[in-house]
């Protein structure tokens, strides 16, 4: 039997684990509710007495595991110290080293679970075999993460691949989550697109099949709607993809990577969407025609598991 690795998603429900070979199988993957009672305390224990149960189970002994990765909700550091997990509970403390204590010693690395998930579909997803990756996750919010030589380029102050907060729309006026005004994730989350074509069906006469839906329009009614042509659900994303598409050549004339993976919900629409965001964001880089490519990520929720697991290779 070859060497393993341990890959570790904790969100803020669960807590999803898996057990990888280090060529990026996935041996066998499953989940631990999160508590988050009293100050998220239990969450390490939790995760590594399933863990080590778990690897019992499989007759895998701890000698041939090489080590564990794990993707947190939260700005790591370099050292690995976590001043703030907000839904997690979790202040002030160095997650990996407590959890690597838990498991007898094998070696814990951690990252940003949005950085961890964009290296996880360089490995083993959308990115593969690529080296150069931007990965951006439309869901209620927009995250990202940068990979460059196939490692995360997480920013000093861990800020790196917070793309959902580039400043890309000057008319905007109402506040963004963050503070800012204007931002990617305003527009381009399934929350924003949905908000978009509230505005639209408010503002303009248009016959729309999204009316019949009202102010409780969603994300997915506005790209099937768009997919069948409806003049306004087609406005929507036009819009969309304007704003994104500009986003991504911004970001492309910064990082230059060999491709964009778009995942999260909205990713859903597959090519149909991609298609609209390369009209956008070839007419927004137009310095050369050799530029990055625009893909779909392929783990879905598994991303963060894959790529906690590869953080433990390097």
């Known amino acids: ?32 509710p999160t508590r988050q009672e009293e100050g998220g305390k239990h969450i390490l224990s939790d995760t590594a007495a399933s863990i080590l149960k778990t690897l019992k189970e499989l007759n895998v002994p701890l000698e041939e595991v090489k080590g564990a990765g794990m ?13 703030v997990c907000v839904n997690l509970g979790w202040r002030d403390m160095y997650p990996e080293k407590e959890l690597s204590e838990m498991l007898h010693g ?7 679970d949005a950085n961890v998930a964009a290296l996880g579909e360089m490995w083993q ?17 927009v995250g990202g993460g940068v990979i460059i030589d196939q490692k995360i380029v997480a920013g000093k102050h861990g800020l790196a691949g917070e793309i959902g907060h580039v400043h890309i729309r000057d008319d905007e006026t109402e506040s963004c989550n963050c503070g800012g005004v204007g931002c990617v994730e305003q527009i381009a989350s399934a929350t924003g697109i949905a908000r978009e074509a509230r505005r639209k069906m408010a503002a303009k006469d248009t016959p729309s099949v999204l009316r019949t ?11 099937d709607a768009a997919k069948e042509g409806d003049a306004l659900a087609c406005e929507v994303m036009e819009v969309v993809g304007h704003y994104l598409g500009l986003a991504l ?31 956008h964001f070839d007419k927004y880089s137009p310095i050369s025609k050799n530029k990055s490519g ?20 390097d």
């Open 1 to 32: 039997m070859g060497m393993k690795c341990v890959g570790v998603d904790v969100g803020g429900t669960s807590v999803k684990i898996g057990i990888f070979e280090i060529t990026g199988e996935l041996i066998h993957k499953w989940e631990v």
């Open 71 to 83: 993707g947190v909700p939260g700005p790591v550091m370099p050292s690995g110290y976590v001043e």
């Open 106 to 112: 094998i070696p814990v690395k951690s990252g940003n």
């Open 125 to 141: 997803g959308g990115g593969k075999g690529y080296d150069d990756i931007v990965m951006v996750t439309l869901g209620t919010g």
């Open 213 to 223: 839906y009202g102010d409780s329009v969603t994300a997915k009614d506005v790209l």
């Open 249 to 279: 050549a911004q970001i492309s004339m910064v990082t230059d990577p060999e491709v964009f993976v778009i995942g999260g919900g909205v990713s859903k629409a597959g090519s149909f969407l991609i298609d609209i965001l390369y009209k």
């Open 294 to 313: 625009i893909v779909l990520a392929k783990l879905g929720n598994d991303a963060g598991i894959y790529g906690a697991a590869r953080l433990i290779l």
